[in-house]
């Protein structure tokens, strides 16, 4: 079941079913383009979180301040031990969100919770179904809905410059 939501959850959120237009795009370059995203595009009022793909948590974990300090802050409570910009990064494997085909780096920011609305109709149908004359089956079928509540809520950003 986590694994349908999950592929149902990232479909919405990288616009692979419904509309084209679920969310904002953006490109980001920088770290001063991911804070003007965090900072301005997105509300204050949300409970914001990073969510990145296994090459562009490399990319963000290699990226130093003036100082030389590392931009990724170490944070038990985070999912993946790390914030960014004081908000938890969460780590999706590059099989379900992979690299963009320009060479940039997928990154989801905001809050999903307002973003995104998983409807459960919690109720399993089972049937023998006969296929044709000489087969049967078992057919289980579960009957959830995955719809997007608020377009401003997240913020999909392409990591890097395009062509790497």
């Known amino acids: 079941m986590d694994k349908t939501d999950n592929g149902?959850?990232?479909?919405?959120?990288?616009?692979?079913?419904?509309?084209?237009?679920?969310?904002?795009?953006?490109?980001?370059?920088?770290?001063?383009?991911?804070?003007?995203?965090?900072?301005?595009?997105?509300?204050?009022?949300?409970?914001?979180?990073?969510?990145?793909?296994?090459?562009a948590f490399n990319y963000l974990d290699t990226l130093k301040d003036s100082e030389g300090r590392y931009?990724?802050?170490?944070?038990?409570?985070?999912p993946s031990g790390f914030t960014l910009l004081g908000a938890p990064v969460v780590l999706i494997?590059?099989?379900?969100?992979?690299?963009?085909?320009?060479?940039?780096?997928?990154?989801?920011?905001?809050?999903?919770?307002?973003?995104?609305?998983?409807?459960r109709r919690n109720q399993v149908t089972a049937q023998w179904d006969k296929f044709d004359q000489f087969s049967q089956g078992l057919s289980v079928i579960v009957r959830n809905d995955y719809e997007t509540i608020s377009k401003d809520a997240a913020v999909i950003i392409s990591l890097g410059t395009a062509g790497k």
């Not at 003007?36 to 595009?41: G, H, L, Q, R």
């Not at 931009?71 to 985070?78: E, I, K, M, V, W």
């Not at 590059?94 to 973003?115: H, Y």
């Open 71 to 78: 931009l990724l802050q170490p944070n038990p409570t985070a």
């Open 93 to 119: 494997s590059n099989k379900v969100l992979p690299d963009n085909i320009d060479g940039t780096f997928p990154v989801i920011v905001g809050d999903l919770s307002q973003a995104i609305a998983v409807f």
């Open 8 to 55: 149902q959850i990232m479909s919405l959120l990288t616009d692979k079913i419904g509309s084209n237009d679920n969310f904002t795009h953006t490109t980001a370059a920088n770290i001063d383009d991911l804070k003007k995203v965090f900072n301005v595009t997105l509300d204050p009022a949300l409970d914001k979180q990073w969510f990145v793909n296994q090459s």
